[in-house]
């Protein structure tokens, strides 16, 4: 599903990806851990091309994204990723509904096929009765839902999420992290998260350590395991 060929970056005379090699599968749950400064979100970034590389190629779904232009690069990240941030990053001034249907509109859906959608995951999330309030109405658990439908909406491929259970109790943290694998087997998403909480990255199916811009361990797919349940969340 995403293929990482020797990845370098620097921003400025700080080199903060040294050649970095990476495989994820189609189907998996996989974090990215290490200490900070260890160049997480500038993968993250890169994979997701908001940012570019110096040099090496990012391969997603067998389309070689550094080859695409402005235009196309963005179309592709419209249709075929979906982010999640740590701090949801909703527009304060449009309802729950309306967030998650901005990607749907910019993708050039119509509103009846958009709202629809966004109604079908409002009910998945369990969102059904906050369609209509805003994000200064709902509960960082809430809005971090929401967040996750408005980075489905347009059934991407692939969903890039950056701390995404950072700023949340541990009870959104444990409902968070069982959300992402029930998503994976309904949708068939590839997720990979960015993350500094052990306990989600101990449920991942595989996890990637990283240290001064590069990879340390990559995991093991072939130990892949199960969704999270209260016996294995460490919080």
Same mark, same amino acid.
């Given at each position: 599903m995403i293929t990482i060929k020797g990845?370098?970056?620097s921003f400025g005379s700080l080199e903060v990806l040294k050649g970095i090699d990476l495989e994820i599968n189609k189907g998996e749950v996989v974090s990215i851990v290490g200490p900070s400064g260890a160049g997480k979100t500038t993968l993250?970034?890169?994979?997701?091309?908001?940012?570019? $590389?110096?040099?090496?190629?990012?391969?997603i779904d067998g389309v070689d994204v550094g080859s695409l232009n402005a235009g196309k690069m963005a179309e592709f990240r419209n249709l075929n990723i979906g982010f999640v941030f740590q701090f949801h990053q909703l527009l304060p001034e449009f309802t729950a509904l309306e967030n998650i249907m901005i990607p749907a509109y910019i993708a050039g859906k119509s509103s009846k096929e958009a709202k629809q959608r966004a109604k079908e995951l409002l009910d998945f999330m369990g969102l059904a009765d906050r369609a209509d309030h805003k994000?200064?109405?709902?509960s960082g658990g809430e809005k971090q839902r929401v967040a996750v439908a408005r980075a489905l909406v347009n059934n991407? $491929?692939?969903i890039l999420a950056d701390e995404p259970s950072g700023s949340l109790d541990s009870k959104?943290?444990?409902?968070?992290?069982?959300?992402?694998?029930?998503l994976r087997d309904k949708f068939g998403q590839t997720f990979?998260?960015?993350t500094h909480d052990e306990g989600l990255a101990a449920i991942t199916d595989r996890t990637i350590h990283m240290k001064d811009g590069m990879i340390e361990t990559a995991g093991d797919d072939?130990?892949?395991?199960?969704?999270?349940?209260?016996?294995?969340?460490?919080?």
């Open positions: 990845i370098r970056k993250l970034q890169i994979m997701g091309t908001l940012d570019k $590389a110096d040099s090496g190629s990012v391969t994000p200064g109405q709902l991407p $491929a692939v959104n943290k444990a409902e968070l992290h069982r959300l992402f694998f029930e990979v998260i960015v072939t130990t892949a395991t199960n969704e999270p349940t209260d016996d294995n969340i460490t919080l």
